[in-house]
């Protein structure tokens, strides 16, 4: 019995030794393009509701290929059979990253016509594409089950921020709830306009948060009112400048917009 313990010990150690090789592997040599994890509802809010121009991605991110990878319609190998699975995940990683083939991809094909080519990645190893294979099919248990609400919302804010002063843009915070009525109109019948949302997409950097799963960035927890729908006009610096609490119709919303352009 004790033998069978340790013997179970070693391959959890050895594993997670491969899944830490794989994670600098992937730093080292992917995350130049591929970014750190983004919260997945903030990620279909920026592909299925604001064409990308939300967080304006160019390649998925790293849970985004761990999903892929693992759990969409495209997945590779069998769970059931883990040896053939890693064998068939690393076939993969070494022909795409070789010789990038966008009809080779398995991302979704509404989002991948957002994402760059990708040049070759030439010179890993066996082991690496195999400490690769075993990074992402253990992303979801070694890395998803750590990420916090509030660790998120901090990687969103990161990024926000790099948007905002790449485009020389003030950040529109939108606070809202799902079980706030005056959210779900105002959602309705004002921001999923086309005039509105090319008002906002053209002079703002957009954030929405729900303020009942995810603290407010940029510190605007101390100025906020407790009242959704709130709007927070923020600098590109991060800095609070101004707030618009309640329900808005189409016309005053967009003289809020006018107000507050650079």
């Known amino acids: 019995m004790i033998k069978i313990l340790l013997f179970c010990l070693f391959l959890i150690v050895n594993l997670n030794a491969d899944f830490k090789e794989g994670e ?18 903030i990620l279909k809010e920026n592909f299925f509701e604001k064409e990308n121009k939300l967080l304006n991605l160019k390649s998925p991110t790293v849970n985004m290929l761990a ?8 997945k590779i190998g069998d769970e059931t059979d883990p040896e053939m699975q890693q064998l068939e995940i690393e076939g993969f990683l070494k022909s795409y990253l070789e010789n990038p083939d966008r009809f080779n991809s398995i991302c979704d094909e509404h989002i991948l016509k957002y994402y760059d080519v990708k040049k070759p990645i030439l010179g890993l190893s066996s082991e690496e594409y195999s400490n690769l294979a075993i990074f992402f099919m253990n992303y979801k248990k070694y890395k998803t089950q750590t990420i916090k609400t509030k660790e998120l919302a901090l990687n ?12 020389n843009k003030k950040i529109i915070v939108y ?3 799902k079980s706030c009525f005056f959210c779900k109109k105002m959602d309705k019948e004002v921001l999923s306009l086309d005039e ?14 729900d303020v009942d799963e995810t603290k407010l960035p940029f510190s605007l927890q101390e100025v906020y ?6 709007f927070f006009i923020v600098s590109k610096e991060g800095t609070y400048i101004k707030q618009y609490p309640g329900s808005w119709i189409k016309s005053d919303f967009l003289e809020i917009l006018k107000e507050n352009i650079k």
């Open 24 to 41: 600098a592997i992937f730093k080292n040599k992917c995350s130049s393009c591929h970014g750190n994890a983004i919260d997945i509802n």
């Open 156 to 167: 969103d804010e990161t990024e926000i921020l790099k948007k905002a002063q790449k485009e």
């Open 175 to 177: 606070a809202t709830s």
């Open 225 to 230: 009112k407790q009242i959704t729908p709130t």
């Open 67 to 74: 999903y892929e990878i693992m759990d969409s319609s495209k």
């Open 196 to 209: 509105v949302k090319n008002e906002t997409n053209k002079n703002f950097v957009y954030m929405k948060v």
